[in-house]
């Protein structure tokens, strides 16, 4: 039984999602212009949530060696080369969860490099297989400040993606629905952003693996009301967690930050390992992600242009440190995981130098976990398990000595 009723309510919700996916539909990228797209007439489905369900089922080991098969690589992105092989075996576990007899066909595909250059391949390959238009948003890449100029780039790529939305769907895109969507978009992601930070209060009432969970409708489903009242109700029950005492870890001990792509399969374990020794992983970059600022409410177009250039995956390594050195503070953090996703670079920041320059610039500790999103062949429990309990304990001996 789900410790938190919304995890129970999401179910629910996420079927209607799916059932709701008819034609005209498109495809698009997890921070991709979803509320164009919706506002254009179209109901979208996310290529990424597939990956995420395919590694949190366990299928994706299944698929993967398929699309190793047919010329895509060990080390490139495992939600990519689980996705591609499931569709080469004509699977998918949207049947088993949700009733839908196959992933729905796109009319349009969209996707934005904001996050890597691998959604240009994975999305231009079922281009292919499906013979619709796709079109690309490529923003400037690896920013430390977002100029006016950057966005400007962007809302001219949003104006192309509009004519050929427009085109596929044989109507003008109603400007009306845009602005309505846009704020449906943000409000949610405001809201989101209050359910994560429930967990500045000690006990955390939710943990990183409940967000993973709950996070599934700011993904799939922004811009709409639905998705606005999910997590409406989902801060009402934790607040009153919150208001009660009551944690997702018992006895919470130390305060952890995880940095990098959940391990979807290996999210309950983690889960209870942590709870174990009294350790709740209370904040992600990875759930922030969705936590977008409207900066321009006159202006829909630009809002989103800007909101989706500014994404952590996207900025300099200088603005990523200052981010998360914001972050320690704001949750009270006693440690960083850092999880280095062999077939993800792109969200690893492990890899550069990053969790050593934090550790100096915060005083915090930080750890590394090898592992991947998807593929387990690069996890090893047994590995990832002694690494952990050392971390613990030394956090735990570090908080005793400064009592
Ligand atoms: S950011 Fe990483 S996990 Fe996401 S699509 Fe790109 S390579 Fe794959």
């Known amino acids: 039984m789900p410790r938190l009723s919304a995890q129970s309510r999401l179910k629910s919700v996420l079927k209607n999602y799916y059932a709701g996916l008819q034609s005209p539909l498109a495809w698009c990228t997890s921070a991709g212009p979803t509320e ?30 398929r699309a190793h098969q047919a010329g895509y690589g060990g080390e490139i992105c495992s939600y990519l080369t689980a996705d591609i092989g499931a569709h080469l075996a004509g699977e998918t576990p ?39 238009p796709v079109v690309g948003i490529y923003p400037p890449r690896n920013l430390e400040q977002v100029h006016a100029a950057d966005v400007d780039q962007v809302v001219a790529q949003f104006d192309r993606l509009i004519s050929t939305g427009e085109q596929v769907t044989g109507k003008p895109l109603d400007r009306d629905r845009l602005w309505e969507v846009t704020r449906l978009s943000f409000e949610a992601s405001g809201l989101w952003q209050e359910v994560l930070q429930t967990a500045r209060r000690s006990p955390a009432p939710l ?25 409406r109700q989902t801060l009402g029950e ?70 989706y250039t500014e994404i952590f ?25 850092f999880h280095d996703a062999k077939t993800c670079f792109n969200n690893s920041n492990s890899r550069f130098g990053l969790p050593s ?18 593929d387990l062949r690069f996890f090893s429990d047994g590995q990832s398990r002694t690494k952990l309990e050392t971390f613990f304990e030394q956090l735990h001996m570090k908080m005793v000595a400064a009592q």
């Open 36 to 65: 164009i797209l919706r506002a254009l007439g179209f109901e979208v489905y996310f290529p990424e949530n597939h990956g995420a369900l395919l590694g949190a089922s366990r299928l994706a080991e299944r698929y993967i060696p």
């Open 94 to 132: 949207l049947t088993a969860a949700y009733g839908l007899p196959a992933v729905p066909k796109p009319d349009l595909i969209v996707y934005n490099t904001n996050q890597c250059r691998e959604v240009a391949e994975w999305f231009n390959f079922f281009g292919r297989q499906h013979g619709c």
């Open 207 to 231: 943990t990183f693996f409940d967000g993973t969970i709950l996070m599934a409708p700011i993904v799939v489903m922004r811009g709409t009301q639905g998705c606005v009242e999910f997590y």
């Open 238 to 307: 934790l607040q009153q967690l919150v208001d009660g005492g009551r944690g997702a870890v018992p006895d919470e001990g130390i305060r952890l930050y995880w940095e990098g792509m959940p391990i979807w399969g290996r999210l309950r374990w983690f889960s209870e390992i942590c709870a174990e020794n009294r350790a709740a992983v209370v904040a992600s970059t990875y759930c922030n992600s969705w936590a977008f600022k409207e900066n321009d409410p006159d202006n829909p177009l630009r809002s989103l242009a800007t909101a």
């Open 313 to 337: 995956i996207n900025r300099g390594e200088e603005t990523k440190l200052a981010y998360v050195q914001k972050m320690l503070d704001l949750y009270r953090i006693d440690g960083v995981i």
């Open 357 to 374: 320059r934090l550790q100096s610039a915060s005083g915090v500790d930080t750890l590394i976990i090898d592992g991947d999103l998807n």
